[in-house]
């Protein structure tokens, strides 16, 4: 994190781990928030202290969040995230393709950073890999590893208001 030192002059702040990181106990998948913005972010000069709690998204701001996928067969408590997608009120319950599939009122930008991974909606799916960039517009969506090697994501969700708008 950059900063600016008692003269003004620009700095480094923090290089090192997320302070904010976890191994999901929905999932096998470890979790780091590096930034957030609005009515989630901590407050101080660290938005996303250890510890702190998100949502899929932070009302009236944007979280900088980097997930690490494992291989889809890795599941083997699929219970345990059905109940964290209904507690989050965005699990898809229409027939979902797939174990993740859900919906979040919000606009992401899902950045894979390495290895693999499906970007599966309902009508359709497109294959993942290191540098590209899908724009996720607030429809059903999942994230599908059929790999045998995890894949690391960054994400920038924005909150989207009433009318549909950042």
Same mark, same amino acid.
């Given at each position: *994190?950059?900063?600016e030192?008692?003269q003004?002059?620009s700095?480094?702040? #923090?290089? =090192?781990p997320?302070p $904010?990181h !976890? *191994?999901? +106990? &929905?999932a /096998?998948?470890?979790v780091q928030v590096?930034w957030?913005?609005?009515?989630?972010?901590?407050?101080?000069q660290? /938005?996303?202290?250890a =510890?702190h709690k !998100?949502? !899929?998204? #932070? /009302?009236?701001?944007?979280?900088?969040?980097? @997930? +690490?996928?494992p291989?889809?067969d890795? &599941?083997?408590?699929?219970?345990?995230?059905?109940?964290f997608?209904?507690?989050? =009120? @965005?699990r898809?319950? $229409?027939?979902?393709r797939?174990?993740? !599939?859900?919906?979040?009122?919000?606009l992401d &930008?899902?950045?894979?950073?390495?290895?693999?991974?499906?970007?599966l909606?309902?009508?359709?799916e497109t @294959?993942m890999?290191?540098? %590209?960039v899908?724009?996720?517009?607030a429809?059903?969506? #999942?994230w599908? $590893?059929? #790999? %045998?090697a /995890?894949?690391? *994501?960054a994400?920038v969700l924005?909150?989207l208001?009433?009318?549909?708008?950042?």
């Amino acid at each position: *994190m950059t900063g600016e030192d008692a003269q003004g002059r620009s700095t480094i702040l #923090s290089d =090192g781990p997320a302070p $904010n990181h !976890f *191994m999901a +106990d &929905y999932a /096998p998948s470890f979790v780091q928030v590096l930034w957030a913005t609005g009515e989630s972010a901590a407050e101080g000069q660290e /938005p996303a202290p250890a =510890g702190h709690k !998100f949502g !899929f998204h #932070s /009302p009236k701001g944007s979280i900088l969040r980097i @997930v +690490d996928f494992p291989p889809d067969d890795t &599941y083997t408590r699929k219970d345990r995230l059905t109940d964290f997608l209904d507690t989050h =009120g @965005v699990r898809d319950e $229409n027939a979902p393709r797939h174990f993740w !599939f859900h919906k979040t009122e919000s606009l992401d &930008y899902a950045i894979c950073l390495s290895g693999e991974i499906h970007a599966l909606l309902d009508e359709d799916e497109t @294959v993942m890999t290191a540098g %590209d960039v899908l724009i996720q517009r607030a429809t059903n969506q #999942s994230w599908s $590893n059929r #790999s %045998d090697a /995890p894949c690391r *994501m960054a994400f920038v969700l924005m909150a989207l208001d009433e009318d549909g708008s950042v």
